[in-house]
């Protein structure tokens, strides 16, 4: 179990419990925290669960799959710390994670 | 206006599968799609991915199971209306009149939305200003590439259409290509043959960049791009082109009087239709208690909705329920020969 906190664009924080194996975007779509969309439904065939991982926890969460680089260029805005939030595999070393979330998904 | 027993939105595998269901029991149908090919999210999103989760096919990619549908349809005479997107449905005494952003009007009592997650429309820049620009300075698509003539033109993305575009312009125009990071999702010979360019300085590539702002009063000037470091350069650029793949919109389907829910249209587990009689949802686009978005229920609801749809088509003909291994008329529809 890890607490998560998902900002919004607007600043309004969503601090919930989410279990270990899941991921940050059921995490997210569980708990009905807007701003992630997840279109796909966690196949990484779409850019909609794109979230900004907080500086200090970039290098802490499991690494990019293979293929996520290339959603991510099809998201919307795009940064250095960017992820695709499906694929982040929530465990106990993530207590604490923070998430930003862009303006808009599409 | 074009009179048919069913109009589908979608022509991705629901769609095809629910023509082909449609064409069985002996009812018409055309099929419009806002996509210029057939196959919808197979086609546009994993056309080269194997699938492992087709009944009785072990595994085929995206492109694969479309030809195979497409196949299966063979028999049938199907028109297609690609490249138009239906923007109006609405009810005229017992038949919906549906009308596309073409001009195209159908005049049916069925209305099935095989629509997946909505229409794809191209990610858009989303700098201050960009809307101004739009169709003038700024394109997401090429229709005439004699325009760009003599001209710079700034190439943004790093998949294959970014990358074929800077390669074909790049011998009659000044080509800047800018990508956010240093590795390419196009196909290796077209990344081959953007990095020999750039050594012979047909292409000016500048990787780890994004756009940042576009300068010009009534047509784009210069842009200014910038990269991680915040370092800015400025380029004198006539066009800008934008080439960060599809990005998919529920779009005029929310304004046709539906219950909508999550981007998802609720129907019942019956017919597949929804708060509105003669209209239907089928696969992704549906939502019930348990649906599940795979391909194979969506073959399912197209069945049932298709016949739904014969009672509000053939109102004076009683359906009944054959088999293609025994029935006659079937076998005739399908032109092969019976036993």
Redesign the interface.
């Known amino acids: 179990m890890a607490k998560i906190t998902y900002i919004e664009h607007n600043g309004t924080n969503h601090t919930v419990d989410v279990q270990n194996g899941l991921t940050v975007m059921e995490g997210a779509v569980q708990n009905d925290i807007p701003g992630i969309d997840a279109d796909c439904g966690g196949s990484m065939a779409c850019a909609t669960c794109h979230v900004y991982v907080k500086e200090d926890w970039f290098d802490k969460v499991n690494k990019k799959n293979e293929g996520e680089d290339d959603m991510l260029d099809q998201a919307y805005e795009p940064k250095k710390n960017s992820r695709l939030s499906c694929q982040i595999i929530v465990s106990d070393d993530l207590d604490g994670l923070v998430v930003d979330m862009p303006e808009k998904q599409t | 206006m074009i009179k048919t027993d069913a109009l589908i939105i979608g022509a991705g595998p629901t769609g095809l599968f629910t023509a082909h269901q449609l064409k069985l029991i002996g009812l018409d149908c055309e099929i419009v799609d806002n996509l210029d090919k057939i196959g919808g ?1 197979c086609i546009e ?2 056309p080269d991915k194997p699938i492992y989760d087709i009944p009785a096919v072990p595994e085929c990619t995206g492109e694969e199971l479309t030809n195979n549908l497409i196949n299966q349809l063979k028999p049938f005479d199907i028109k297609f209306h690609l490249s138009e997107r239906v923007d109006e449905v609405k009810k005229d005494n017992d038949k919906w009149v549906v009308k596309t952003n073409k001009g195209t009007s159908f005049t049916t009592p069925n209305v099935i939305i095989a629509g997946g ?1 909505g229409s794809f429309e191209p ?1 858009k820049f ?1 700098v201050e200003g960009h809307e101004k620009f739009e169709n003038k300075s700024i394109l997401y698509s090429i229709k005439d590439k004699n325009i760009f003539k003599g001209k710079t033109v700034s190439i943004f ?3 294959d259409s970014a990358l074929d575009w800077a390669v074909e312009l790049s011998n009659n125009c000044n080509v800047n290509l800018i ?3 240093d ?1 390419f ?1 196009g196909a290796q010979a077209t990344v081959d043959k953007v990095h020999e360019l750039t050594k012979s300085q047909k292409i000016n590539l500048f990787t780890k960049f ?1 756009l940042k702002k576009l300068n010009g009063a009534s047509k784009i000037e210069s842009i200014d791009i910038e990269d ?1 470091d915040k370092q800015i350069i400025n380029l004198k650029t006539d066009y800008v082109l934008g080439f ?6 529920l779009g005029p389907i929310a304004n046709w009087g539906l219950n909508i829910d999550k ?1 998802t249209v609720e129907v019942d587990t019956e017919k597949f239709e929804t708060n509105q009689k003669g209209i239907y949802a089928v696969g992704d686009i549906c939502n019930y208690p348990g649906k599940l ?1 795979l391909i194979l229920s969506g073959f399912h609801e197209g069945a049932l909705a298709a016949r739904a749809c014969f009672k509000l088509a053939r109102p004076n003909e009683k359906y009944r329920f054959e088999f293609t291994t025994s029935s006659k008329a079937i076998k005739n529809r399908l032109g092969v020969k019976g036993d």
């Open positions: 999210q999103l994993y997650v990610r989303s993305g790093g998949g990508h956010r990071r590795e999702r994004q991680d960060f793949g599809l990005i998919m919109q981007k978005k």
